[in-house]
């Protein structure tokens, strides 16, 4: 149902995620970035979000959870180009500043140097 | 219209719901907001009831009534497992960002949000949820 393409880049971890983020399979995704944080030394995530169709509040909580869990680090997690639904999402859920969301790689770079964080 | 479809709290039960969605929403020529918003609360309505409702290896049936009308749909949610009125729960998305727990009020200011009305009624040993949804034009 849906699909997630892992690229590491140094400090980040770029994960595109497509298709429908259902409850019932959330938690492959779920686990996916357990084992990530695990193993991998990145402590920002961009994740792609441009061909996700459609977000449970399961799916939401995943997005919310990494940011509490980098937040430790003071990673920087960054929703790019979310959908209109995802956004909606975001508005009913009263969460449309907890995240960065960019809708153009030179508002992330632009970010970045902000924060400090050379990629 | 109505039509009626039976599932088992099973959290994979819930594509059928999806597949539901889909095929009578293209029956009665719903827009594709109309499909997302169904499908959206009725995955969350039923997630709570699988993963809250029942004791661990109870297995129990779900039924979920629908009448389609000409500008919204009445949907009644039946399961006899424990009561749970969503409506008492006073919820806020931030209270998710304090607490670990994978399903509960985000789902539940989703469903309300998303729907015009919401009933609750316990009858003799089943919650009833009836919630109407207004298709989007």
Redesign the interface.
């Known amino acids: 149902m849906f699909d997630v393409n892992r690229i590491t880049v140094r400090k980040f971890e770029l994960l595109e995620i497509s298709g429908k983020l259902v409850t019932a399979e959330a938690y492959k995704l779920e686990d996916e970035i357990d084992k990530i944080l695990a193993e991998s030394s990145a402590i920002n995530f961009i994740f792609d979000l441009r061909n996700l169709e459609y977000c449970s509040s399961y799916g939401l909580r995943i997005f919310i959870k990494v940011k509490k869990d980098l937040g430790i680090y003071d990673g920087v997690v960054i929703l790019f180009r979310p959908g209109e639904s995802f956004m909606k999402l975001l508005e009913i859920a009263g969460l449309e500043d907890y995240f960065y969301i960019k809708n153009d790689w030179n508002n992330i770079i632009d970010l970045l140097a902000d924060k400090s964080i050379n990629l | 219209m109505r039509k009626t479809i039976v599932i088992s709290n099973n959290?994979?039960e819930?594509?059928k719901i999806?597949r539901f969605v889909e095929l009578t929403g293209d029956e009665i020529e719903l827009n594709g907001?109309t499909k997302?918003n169904l499908?959206?609360i009725l995955?969350?309505v039923l997630?709570n009831i699988i993963f809250y409702g029942f004791d661990e290896g109870i297995r129990a049936e779900i039924v979920i009534e629908f009448e389609f009308t000409d500008n919204e749909v009445f949907v009644e949610i039946i399961d006899k497992g424990r009561p749970f009125n969503p409506l008492e729960r006073n919820v806020?998305?931030?209270d998710?960002?304090s607490e670990?727990t994978?399903?509960g009020g985000?789902?539940i200011?989703?469903i309300k949000?998303?729907s015009k009305e919401i009933e609750y009624k316990y009858i003799d040993g089943e919650n009833h949820l009836l919630i109407t949804i207004e298709y989007h034009v």
């Open positions: 959290i994979e819930l594509k999806e907001k997302y499908n959206l995955e969350e997630t806020d998305a931030h998710d960002l670990d994978k399903i985000l789902g200011l989703i949000k998303l």
